[in-house]
């Protein structure tokens, strides 16, 4: 984690974690409720506080802070590390289409990569943006909510299932919120 990436005990992030190359892994359900019981489990074990979130197709945006106590970075790290180790072995259990392509891009990814083992699932890094106004927030908030509706995956942002637009038009989302006012 360089500087530009530095996150500091205290504070709300925007954050973004992708998957190497961009590839399109959250098309599959079984590979979605990975990352989702990993995020309730980061909430409900090791302090992770969400605020907003979305998951595309290869990517995941959040607005996350840790409670007092714990630190953003290790959540962040642990989970990354959890849910590829989890989503590379479903991929090699799956009857995947695209099994053997996605294993060779995240092996070909860690092969140079002195802390990988075996696959590189995640890119480096979490884009991590410090929150500090609520304009800020409310852009950063517009802006994960609308991803969906710019892909042309639904036509308005409370209606994708994996986001928390939901819980920000009133209805019941998937995981576990902080609302933003």
């Excluded at 392509?101 to 884009?127: P, S, V």
């Amino acid at each position: 984690m360089g500087i530009k990436n530095k996150i500091s005990e205290g504070y709300l992030y925007f954050l973004t974690l992708t998957v190497t190359d961009w590839v399109d892994v959250f098309t599959r359900p079984v590979y979605r409720h990975i990352l989702l019981d990993s995020l309730k489990h980061c909430q409900n074990e090791k302090g992770l506080e969400l605020y907003a979130w979305c998951l595309m197709s290869n990517h995941l945006h959040l607005i996350a802070s840790a409670k007092e106590g714990y630190n953003l970075s290790d959540i962040l790290r642990d989970l990354k590390k959890y849910t590829s180790k989890q989503i590379v072995a479903a991929i090699g259990e799956e009857n995947e289409s695209r099994k053997a392509w996605m294993l060779n891009r995240f092996e070909y990814a860690g092969r140079n990569d002195k802390k990988i083992k075996n696959y590189k699932f995640w890119q480096d890094g979490n884009e991590a943006k410090e929150i500090h106004t609520s304009h800020f927030l409310d852009q950063k908030l517009n802006y994960i909510h609308m991803n969906p509706v710019k892909a042309e995956l639904v036509d308005e942002p409370e209606y994708y299932l994996y986001s928390s637009a939901r819980d920000y038009a009133g209805n019941k989302g998937l995981l576990k919120l902080i609302i933003a006012n």
